[in-house]
């Protein structure tokens, strides 16, 4: 009975002494013995012996920055811009938008179209383009575009392409000027293959003063764009630009050749004062031209009448045959004297519309 008694007490005191252990090794742990829930201390806080100064705008913002932290000058990150840095560069940009606009379209000119027609506007873009490519290289240096933006105005977010367009903009304008050329050589080739498959309704005038003299034919295609070129630096395209050009209006020559015999002078009437008139227009159009017929297609006055039955003008027509060096057949144009009316019966003595046509015609010398 008495040793029972005694394991009882050993089995309570080694019971007493394990719970005395287990409290003190997990004094911050909660222990659950049975259904019993025995709460542990809590650990006390930590002292800082470096605090951390407290931000004096008392907001969250870190006063260290962290390492995704992009200050403005740096811009070589693979984000591209930040939010600061475009709101900057664009504001920045305003004074000189039009021409950075400009910049763009005639950077992304198509041939069919050229985007720098008018010769302020190239000249705007250039200026322009120059003077914001120092405040880029200053500020912001390499800039890229902002990630995951596209606007086919001036791209607020894609300010990477601005300054490229600023670096590049005179072998941009240079670019856009030849597509002006290529749309005006263009334009031409048409007209000729027109003039072809139309040779006998225009009863074979389709030349011009030029279709005889290949530099000449370049040049003239070429003043309306010499402004263009000079603000590029050039002086004239090379000469392949008018390759193509210069084939169809060989075709278009030889066509008249073929067809000079063809032909018959049509002047029947005289009329010595216009004719006089005519001979010297054709002398200012070319020194060389020498004279082979002259006459008149109308022997009378070819009056012109409003709707209400009053005379507007009157005219007559008269043709000129004439050579050319270095051409083997004659050239065949009409020239015309015209009178505006003035009233009580009266005409004028020469209106302003008068002079040579254009037109040629290739016709044998006979």
Known sequence: MNTHINQSRLIHLFMAIALVAIFAVCATAQIRIGNVTVPGTKKPPTTNSNPTTSNPNGNKTPTTPNA???????????????????????????????????????????????????????????SDGATFLEIIKQKYPGIENQKGYSNEDIPYHTVGDVRRWAENREEIAKNCVNQLMGAKVAEQIAGTNAAIAEFDKREGYVLGIN???????????MEKYKEHYALVGITMPDDSVFVEYDAVYDRLVALANESAGKWVFPPTFHDAMIEAKGRGWLKDRDPKATVVKIGMLHGDWQVNHLSNGVPSGRYKRGYVMFRLPGFQNCLVTSFALEQNYVGGGRFNAEAITSGMQHSLRAQTCK
Do not use: W
Request: overall charge positive; aromatic content about 6%; glycine content about 2%.
């Open 68 to 126: 995704n932290t992009r200050p403005t000058a740096n811009t070589n990150v693979d984000n591209g811009a930040t939010d600061e840095q475009v709101r900057a560069f664009n504001k920045d940009m305003e004074p000189y938008r039009r021409g950075i606009q400009q910049l763009m379209y005639m950077a992304r000119s198509k041939a069919s179209n050229p985007s720098c027609r008018e010769v302020k506007e190239i000249t705007k873009a250039l």
């Open 211 to 221: 279709s005889f003299n290949k530099p000449a034919r370049h040049a003239e295609l």
